[in-house]
């Protein structure tokens, strides 16, 4: 294994996403290498990882298992087109992600990351109420706070200031629900805060204002993610789901995230028990090895699209790398492991004290709330009064540089989402390097 791997002299060329670039080529938080729980630095540091890397590598690193199946699909089949042609592990793997999803959920459309397959989920919403008869069907709802990537349909239905504010005027015919969050009512909960299930009525308005017939889809994250980890007040997702169904409005859940096991089950639509109309899945759907996406849509939606003369096209839709073969490799021998090794149980089995551990860091300066849902959790802290963000910022630096630990932050919230092979041990060591940079940000 090379453990100095050689640094760039420069580092100008490379615009980084999401990220403060001359902070950063000032002072660069590079990574080299990864295997299981750890990244290590070209230097040969371990780094602790709390984040999954971006909440996708839930197997953990460098798995041999996935390694090797990339490598033999790489040096058997390295590209095959899946327009009007198909290679065996495509369909292989739509049956994999269709059993892992709840009821009727049966039907997988393959994307190349999350921001497309909620792109693709808020399409075939639309053109299904077309190939219906609903043409009149267009608007999109989706939630303030939500994150549904980064195309102009993700941040139309997105409710993130500044993924939204610079880029000009969207999709029209959108409208949002309010967020979930209010911190009088629900701070410190550990898991679904019982406060919040209400909010869900809005919907009602939102059909007032606007009439049901004009409505194609509500789109929601079940626990919303990148905001700063809201987990979905009790009863709230059931809710919704009544709603759709009175009014005939698609439910689309953004699973990105909380898929594959972060929540201790397969999909959180499973945990809660509803079934929406369209799954959206990346990240773990590979362990974040390849990218991959895609949409998990409900028989009927398919069925729908299955008339006119069998020569046509159904749908006008698709990438030149869905259902990519190293991909789709490399997302069977991902299952295999989740399913193996249990991963999902253990998510579920570890949860609790996973909870107990990290809302031990309540009380700790600048400690403003703490949730946790699954092996997910959002640290509240109080900005510092000249920058908002400034302090999850320096946490970030500061928990790489001198902690050795990954971590992520939005806002001046920060939030773990370890991948889910991690110990008990190791749960002890994030809470105690956590708490320590939570202290040195102070
Ligand atoms: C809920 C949700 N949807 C969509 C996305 C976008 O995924 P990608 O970055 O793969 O486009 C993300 C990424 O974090 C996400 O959290």
Known sequence: MLKNAAMPNDLDAFWLPFTANRAFKKNPRMISRAKDMHYY????????DGTAGLWCSNAGHTRDAIVSAIQKEAANLDFAPSFQFGHPAAFE???????????????????????????????????YHNVNGNGSRTRLIGRVRGYHGVGFGGISVGGIVPNRKFFGSLLTGVDHLPHTYNRQEQAFTKGEPEWGAHLADDLENIVGLHDASTIAAVIVEPMAGSTGVLPPPKGYLKRLRQICDKYGILLIFDEVISGFGRLGHGFAAERYGVIPDFICFAKGVT?????????????????????GPEHMIELFHGYTYSAHPLACAAAIASMNIYRDEKLFENAARLEPIWADAIHSLKGLPNVLDIRTLGLVAGIDLASIPDGVGKRAFNALDHAFQKEGIMIRTAGDTIALTPPLVITENQIDEIVSKVGNTIRAVA
């Open 93 to 127: 793997t739509a049956s994999r992600i269709a059993a892992l999803a709840p009821g009727d959920l049966d039907h997988v459309f393959f994307s190349n990351s999350g921001s497309e397959a909620v792109d693709t989920a808020l399409k075939i919403a639309i053109a």
């Open 287 to 307: 362990s974040g090895t390849v990218p991959m996406g895609g949409v998990i849509a409900r028989k009927g939606i398919y069925d729908a699209f299955m008339k």
């Open 41 to 48: 630095t070209p230097e040969g540091r371990a780094i602790l």
